[in-house]
Antibody
Framework: EVQVVESGGGLVQPGRSLRLSCAAS????????MHWVRQAPGKGLEWVSG????????GYADSVKGRFTISRDNAKNSLYLQMNSLRAEDTALYYC?????????????WGQGTMVTVSS | EIVLTQSPATLSLSPGERATLSCRAS??????LAWYQQKRGQAPRLLIY???NRATGIPARFSGSGSGTDFTLTISSLEPEDFAVYYC?????????FGQGTKLEMK
């Protein structure tokens, strides 16, 4: 079964750090770009960051640039998101998503998400 | 940043009716436009990618059209399970954005 499973969320104080992980299975991980997308409670979807299959290219939303770092370990079929200097507005459900085959312009496999709550 | 504007914000229809959802981009995104369905408490589900390509397992009643700045998702005959929130999404180099969503509710 093709799936991705996120972990690492939790309650964290403003200004602190957190590292999210995403474990992939059922597909050739290093063939695909991977992404993080978040959804604040009751709100819409927000793309956070993406990384190419070989880590050669990355992208970040303006809202997280300079604070978050995306990385991957193809040997471990894993994707990561290092989140520093967390703010209350980073509170959200964070999804890991696989890019679609070919164009890579969309996300065809999503996890169930891991919740990050930033609060004192 | 390319802004996607979806309309209407809410669409009230009955099963069997045709649904037409719109997504307009602030500048051309070529055909790099996708549509997702999200039900309460669930992860988004990819419906359409590259403007008109149905994702694996998506029923034929879902179709996408458009290019440049104006895109449409059409559901030809609504089934009860189609009532959900729909998002469009674009890619421009390594920057991606989503629209704010259209809630499709049962009349």
């Amino acid at each position: 079964e093709v799936q991705v499973v996120e972990s690492g969320g939790g309650l964290v104080q403003p200004g602190r750090s957190l590292r999210l992980s995403c474990a992939a299975s059922g597909f050739t991980f290093d063939d695909y770009a991977m992404h993080w997308v978040r959804q604040a409670p009751g709100k819409g979807l927000e793309w956070v960051s993406g990384i190419s299959w070989n880590s050669g290219s990355t992208g970040y939303a303006d809202s997280v640039k300079g604070r978050f770092t995306i990385s991957r370990d193809n040997a471990k079929n894993s994707l990561y998101l290092q989140m520093n200097s967390l703010r209350a507005e980073d509170t959200a459900l964070y999804y890991c998503a696989k890019a679609v085959r070919g164009s890579g312009n969309a996300f065809d496999i999503w996890g169930q998400g891991t919740m990050v709550t930033v609060s004192s | 940043e390319i802004v996607l504007t979806q309309s209407p914000a809410t669409l009230s229809l009955s099963p069997g009716e045709r649904a037409t959802l719109s997504c307009r981009a602030s500048q051309s995104v070529s055909s790099y436009l996708a549509w997702y369905q999200q039900k309460r408490g669930q992860a988004p589900r990819l419906l359409i990618y590259d403007a008109s390509n149905r994702a694996t397992g998506i029923p034929a009643r879902f179709s996408g059209s458009g290019s440049g700045t104006d895109f449409t998702l059409t559901i030809s005959s609504l089934e009860p399970e189609d009532f959900a929130v729909y998002y469009c999404q674009q890619r421009s180099n390594w920057l991606y954005t989503f629209g704010q969503g259209t809630k499709l509710e049962m009349k």
